[in-house]
């Protein structure tokens, strides 16, 4: 009997030490998507913790059918870096689900915006925007 407590504690230490790294938070955050260049296209970019990884739920109203890039860039809406700091699954019909392996302080703690591209072909042409802030 004491061997079976003894196993039942270090099972419960061990789950409290283990625990928070692979605990879900919670935290989540919602980016306001406003149409860009006469897309018609509004939405949310939600971002949702999961330990140290964050998922990312795009949706449109009025999305496309084509394959249109998304990505989260430095700047502004207006003005921002052409290269990409963390590439997202393409908005297909308005809607795009990405696990990012990077937590979400980093993606709202900073300079970040959402963006969606018009298309490959027009990736110049945003389709919609949003700054990256809780």
Same mark, same amino acid.
Request: proline share 4%.
């Given at each position: 009997?004491?061997?079976?407590?003894?196993?039942?504690?270090?099972?419960?230490?061990? #789950?409290? +030490?283990?625990? %928070?790294?692979?605990?879900?938070?919670?935290? @989540?955050a919602v980016v306001t998507l406003?149409?860009? /260049?006469?897309?018609?296209? /509004?939405? @949310?970019?939600? &971002?949702?913790?999961?330990?140290?990884?964050?998922?990312?739920?795009?949706? &449109? #109203?009025?999305?496309?059918?084509?394959?249109?890039?998304?990505?989260?860039?430095?700047?502004?809406?207006?003005?921002?870096?052409?290269?990409?700091?963390?590439?997202?699954?393409?908005?297909? /019909?308005?809607?795009?689900?990405?696990? &990012?392996?990077? %937590?979400?302080?980093?993606?709202?703690?900073?300079? &970040?915006?959402? /963006?969606?591209?018009? +298309?490959?072909a027009d990736i110049a042409t945003?389709? #919609?925007?949003?700054? #990256?802030? %809780?």
């Amino acid at each position: 009997m004491r061997n079976r407590a003894q196993v039942i504690l270090s099972l419960t230490i061990a #789950a409290l +030490s283990f625990g %928070p790294a692979f605990a879900d938070s919670g935290q @989540t955050a919602v980016v306001t998507l406003n149409a860009l /260049n006469g897309s018609g296209e /509004n939405g @949310t970019a939600t &971002l949702r913790a999961q330990g140290s990884k964050t998922v990312v739920v795009i949706k &449109l #109203a009025n999305g496309s059918g084509i394959e249109q890039p998304a990505h989260f860039h430095v700047g502004t809406c207006d003005k921002y870096q052409p290269r990409p700091l963390y590439a997202l699954e393409d908005v297909v /019909n308005g809607q795009s689900t990405t696990t &990012l392996n990077v %937590p979400i302080d980093k993606l709202t703690g900073g300079d &970040l915006i959402v /963006n969606v591209h018009k +298309s490959y072909a027009d990736i110049a042409t945003q389709a #919609a925007c949003g700054i #990256a802030k %809780p």
